[in-house]
């Protein structure tokens, strides 16, 4: 079944440029597309997407205020942010509000499989994104290994926690460690449970803050 996605741009050849891209391998169908943060509230509401793809900076509301809307009435959607601004306070409110990603218009190559990433239910940050995450979340210079020890964290355990923040999915982790997928998930259930975080991308924070 192809992922349902809805692709809102201000820009229209950009949004038909990105519609041509997804929409080539087959996976995915683009059902609609608006021009500003009001449109992707509304649409998200008729059509309920797998992923919303989303600009940052719109007329009228930005990407963001409308990420945070969505996500206030419906915490479980998946927004992929998309922007050409690799801007410090953007990608501070991303991680906070709980978008699924944020990735560069600039990295075109990978806009189609971070919105078949975001689909599977995995988070999405561009490489030039996530090394700037220890900086903004006010990383310590000083050694900060020990808190994993106390939260009970393991050395197989830490091996996963590494690649995830290093950006490897089930499939990449499961080839790496020798482990079933099965086995991959399962350890990142309860490396979840003990560290109190929700998802992957505020797993993938806590280890850059913190190793």
Same mark, same amino acid.
């Given at each position: 079944?192809?992922?349902?996605?809805?692709?809102?741009?201000?820009?229209?050849?950009?949004t038909?440029?990105?519609?041509?891209?997804?929409? *080539?391998?087959?996976?995915?169908?683009?059902?609609? /597309?608006?021009?500003?943060?009001?449109?992707?509230?509304?649409? =998200?509401?008729? =059509?309920?997407?797998?992923?919303?793809?989303?600009?940052?900076?719109? +007329? *009228? +509301?930005?990407?963001?205020?409308?990420?945070?809307?969505?996500?206030?009435?419906?915490?479980?959607?998946k927004?992929l942010?998309?922007?050409?601004?690799?801007?410090?306070?953007?990608?501070?409110?991303?991680?906070?509000?709980?978008?699924?990603?944020?990735?560069?218009?600039?990295?075109f190559?990978?806009?189609?499989?971070?919105?078949?990433?975001?689909?599977?239910?995995? /988070?999405?940050?561009?490489? +030039?994104?996530?090394? @700037?995450?220890?900086? %903004?979340?006010?990383?310590?210079?000083?050694?900060?290994?020990?808190?994993?020890?106390?939260?009970g964290i393991?050395?197989?355990?830490?091996?996963?926690?590494?690649?995830?923040a290093?950006?490897?999915?089930?499939?990449?982790?499961?080839?790496? %460690?020798?482990?079933?997928?099965?086995?991959? @998930?399962?350890?990142?259930?309860?490396?979840?449970?003990? %560290?109190? %975080? @929700?998802? @992957?991308?505020?797993?993938?924070?806590?280890?850059?803050?913190?190793?």
């Open positions: 079944m192809k992922k349902k996605v809805i692709l809102i741009d201000d820009d229209k050849l950009v038909i440029s990105l519609k041509t891209i997804l929409e *080539n391998n087959g996976e995915i169908e683009v059902v609609a /597309t608006g021009m500003d943060g009001d449109d992707a509230i509304e649409l =998200y509401k008729k =059509y309920k997407p797998d992923v919303v793809l989303m600009d940052i900076q719109m +007329k *009228n +509301k930005s990407g963001l205020s409308a990420a945070e809307e969505i996500l206030h009435e419906n915490n479980s959607a927004i942010l998309l922007t050409t601004f690799q801007d410090d306070e953007y990608i501070v409110k991303a991680l906070n509000i709980g978008a699924k990603g944020y990735i560069l218009k600039q990295d190559e990978s806009i189609e499989p971070a919105v078949i990433a975001v689909a599977a239910g995995q /988070t999405v940050f561009g490489g +030039k994104v996530m090394s @700037r995450i220890p900086q %903004l979340m006010g990383k310590d210079k000083g050694d900060n290994s020990l808190i994993f020890e106390e939260k393991n050395d197989k355990e830490m091996d996963i926690i590494k690649q995830v290093d950006g490897k999915n089930n499939k990449e982790i499961s080839d790496i %460690l020798c482990l079933s997928e099965g086995t991959v @998930r399962n350890y990142l259930s309860v490396i979840l449970e003990k %560290l109190e %975080l @929700r998802d @992957r991308t505020q797993l993938a924070v806590f280890y850059l803050k913190n190793k």
